[in-house]
């Protein structure tokens, strides 16, 4: 091995400029970096030559090689992390937001990236590019964003302990935001309280002029963050700087009245947004008052939720379609079924599969699943992945299958104008095949 071929961080970040950095061979175009990472399950160093063939400019690697566009490293994914350390301390952002929590991490960075783009340049980690590699390589691929940007809001995720607490040190970030702590992912953790301090670690690099913006109504969080000297600020339904008062739907827009530091506002958003989305978007609001913006509300009614299969609502041939599938977790339900209880309609269905994730309390947290799920007039279970059987244990069921198809044909035959079909599952399960296949029933009149 020669040492031209060994890479640092200035030499790495030259060769980078302007390329898309990539960790599966599968998904390299012509003039793409290719990173080897060893992951728990393959070794990325087995697929250089894959992602050569395909385009690869060159590949960084910790083998050592004879091939030319291989360079070497001894630990490829600490020179990308200390690469977007580098970048981070040389861009001159004026203020960093982090912004974490089991449900509506997306949301709630899309509402915000829309409220502060009226007020200067923003920057957000692109789609869910949230995790100790995924953001290093947002920073190294937005860099010249990053460099003269206002506002960059990263979006945390955490599979294991001590996810977040890496990125709030490489982050360090001014506003920290933790949107609530519910079950999502909590197989991955040994109890509840190591969940409950893995999310509130985003607090800890905040200094005396930073803000930390969470949940009012969650005692838990409230006493784990009560000895920070920062500002605090909070949002909730019950408690907080801003509550959400009220919400109702009228032709297709959502109107929500809340309060903001004593004074009454109305904003009215487009689309139909459940109770969850609506907290995302006082957790948003709060954000932007904290940074200044005197009324954020001048631009909120042009915000349009920008993603599929969470909470989309359809009307097709009279039925109402609601897909929320892009996740599942229990808050997530509980949250929807608040909100279908607003919506009208003659009867009430639940197509529902697994909530992955969830180790040892998987039991558990179906057979709660199946007591919320009681709120509906029927329920059909997809059971592609088996762990939602339990929702047996504690609900009545009308219909189950493994199979898209028999699913969409038993809606076809029992579904009727007028009526509302909620479909949920964790992304995993890929429930979304049943909703094509009874739309195309439905379309095509079948
Ligand atoms: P994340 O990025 O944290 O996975 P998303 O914004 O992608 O969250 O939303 C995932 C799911 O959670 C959707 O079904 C959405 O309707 C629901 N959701 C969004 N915000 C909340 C919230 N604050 N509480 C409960 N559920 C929520």
Same mark, same amino acid.
């Given at each position: 091995?020669?040492?031209?071929?060994?890479?640092?961080?200035?030499?790495?970040?030259?060769?980078?400029?302007?390329?898309?950095?990539?960790?599966?061979?599968?998904?390299?175009?012509?003039?793409?970096?290719?990173?080897?990472?060893?992951?728990?399950?393959?070794?990325?160093?087995?697929?250089?030559?894959?992602?050569?063939?395909?385009?690869?400019?060159?590949?960084?690697?910790?083998?050592?090689?004879?091939?030319?566009?291989?360079?070497?490293?001894?630990?490829?994914?600490?020179?990308?992390?200390?690469?977007?350390?580098?970048?981070?301390?040389?861009?001159?952002?004026?203020?960093?937001?982090?912004?974490?929590?089991?449900?509506?991490?997306?949301?709630?960075?899309?509402?915000?990236?829309?409220?502060?783009?009226?007020?200067?340049?923003?920057?957000?980690?692109?789609?869910?590019?949230?995790?100790?590699?995924?953001?290093?390589?947002?920073?190294?691929?937005?860099?010249?964003?990053?460099?003269?940007?206002?506002?960059?809001?990263?979006?945390?995720?955490?599979?294991?302990?001590?996810?977040?607490?890496?990125?709030?040190?490489?982050?360090?970030?001014?506003?920290?935001?933790?949107?609530?702590?519910?079950?999502?992912?909590?197989?991955?953790?040994?109890?509840?309280?190591?969940?409950?301090?893995?999310?509130?670690?985003?607090?800890?690099?905040?200094?005396?002029?930073?803000?930390?913006?969470?949940?009012?109504?969650?005692?838990?969080?409230?006493?784990?963050?009560?000895?920070?000297?920062?500002?605090?600020?909070?949002?909730?339904?019950?408690?907080?700087?801003?509550?959400?008062?009220?919400?109702?739907?009228?032709?297709?827009?959502?109107?929500?009245?809340?309060?903001?530091?004593?004074?009454?506002?109305?904003?009215? @958003? =487009?689309?139909?947004?459940?109770? !969850?989305? %609506?907290?995302? $978007?006082? #957790?948003?609001?709060?954000? +932007? &008052?904290?940074?200044?913006?005197?009324?954020?509300?001048?631009?909120?009614?042009?915000?349009?939720?920008?993603?599929?299969?969470?909470?989309?609502?359809?009307?097709?041939?009279?039925?109402?379609?609601?897909?929320?599938?892009?996740?599942?977790?229990?808050?997530?339900?509980?949250?929807?079924?608040?909100?279908?209880?607003?919506?009208?309609?003659?009867?009430?269905?639940?197509?529902?599969?697994?909530?992955?994730?969830?180790?040892?309390?998987?039991?558990?947290?179906?057979?709660?699943?199946?007591?919320?799920?009681?709120?509906?007039?029927?329920?059909?279970?997809?059971?592609?992945?088996?762990?939602?059987?339990?929702?047996?244990?504690?609900?009545?069921?009308?219909?189950?299958?493994?199979?898209?198809?028999?699913?969409?044909?038993? @809606? =076809?035959?029992?579904?009727?104008? !007028?009526? %509302?079909?909620? $479909?949920? #599952?964790?992304?995993?399960? +890929? &429930?979304?095949?049943?909703?094509?296949?009874?739309?195309?029933?439905?379309?095509?009149?079948?």
């Amino acid at each position: 091995m020669s040492s031209s071929k060994q890479l640092d961080v200035k030499r790495f970040l030259k060769l980078t400029d302007g390329r898309k950095i990539r960790i599966d061979s599968r998904v390299v175009k012509i003039g793409d970096v290719f990173i080897a990472l060893k992951g728990t399950r393959v070794d990325g160093n087995d697929f250089i030559d894959d992602a050569l063939k395909r385009g690869a400019i060159f590949g960084v690697s910790n083998r050592s090689s004879d091939n030319p566009a291989v360079f070497f490293h001894p630990d490829p994914k600490k020179l990308l992390i200390e690469t977007a350390a580098f970048i981070l301390k040389h861009s001159k952002i004026k203020h960093k937001i982090a912004i974490t929590g089991s449900n509506g991490k997306t949301t709630t960075k899309e509402i915000l990236a829309s409220i502060l783009s009226d007020y200067g340049k923003v920057f957000k980690t692109p789609g869910n590019l949230n995790t100790e590699i995924g953001i290093p390589i947002a920073v190294l691929e937005n860099r010249s964003q990053l460099a003269e940007c206002d506002y960059a809001i990263f979006e945390f995720g955490t599979s294991k302990k001590g996810d977040i607490s890496f990125l709030t040190d490489l982050i360090n970030p001014d506003i920290a935001v933790l949107l609530n702590v519910g079950t999502a992912h909590r197989g991955n953790f040994n109890d509840e309280t190591e969940l409950l301090q893995e999310k509130c670690s985003i607090f800890e690099t905040l200094q005396k002029d930073s803000t930390a913006i969470t949940n009012g109504d969650d005692k838990r969080i409230r006493s784990m963050i009560s000895e920070l000297s920062c500002k605090k600020l909070f949002f909730g339904q019950r408690n907080g700087d801003l509550k959400i008062m009220k919400f109702d739907y009228s032709k297709n827009n959502t109107f929500v009245a809340f309060k903001a530091f004593g004074e009454m506002k109305m904003a009215k @958003l =487009k689309g139909i947004w459940n109770s !969850g989305q %609506l907290l995302d $978007f006082g #957790a948003a609001y709060l954000t +932007a &008052l904290s940074l200044k913006i005197e009324e954020p509300l001048l631009n909120i009614n042009r915000i349009i939720l920008p993603f599929n299969n969470r909470f989309s609502v359809e009307n097709i041939a009279g039925i109402i379609l609601i897909n929320d599938c892009y996740n599942s977790s229990l808050e997530s339900v509980e949250s929807a079924i608040k909100s279908i209880a607003k919506l009208k309609k003659e009867r009430t269905f639940a197509v529902v599969g697994s909530i992955l994730e969830q180790g040892k309390y998987s039991k558990k947290t179906h057979e709660e699943l199946g007591r919320l799920l009681n709120f509906f007039d029927h329920i059909v279970l997809y059971t592609k992945d088996t762990q939602v059987e339990a929702v047996q244990n504690t609900a009545n069921i009308d219909f189950k299958s493994s199979n898209p198809e028999e699913v969409a044909e038993w @809606l =076809k035959k029992n579904c009727r104008y !007028g009526d %509302l079909v909620y $479909f949920k #599952a964790s992304r995993g399960v +890929a &429930l979304e095949e049943a909703i094509l296949s009874f739309r195309r029933r439905l379309q095509s009149g079948e």
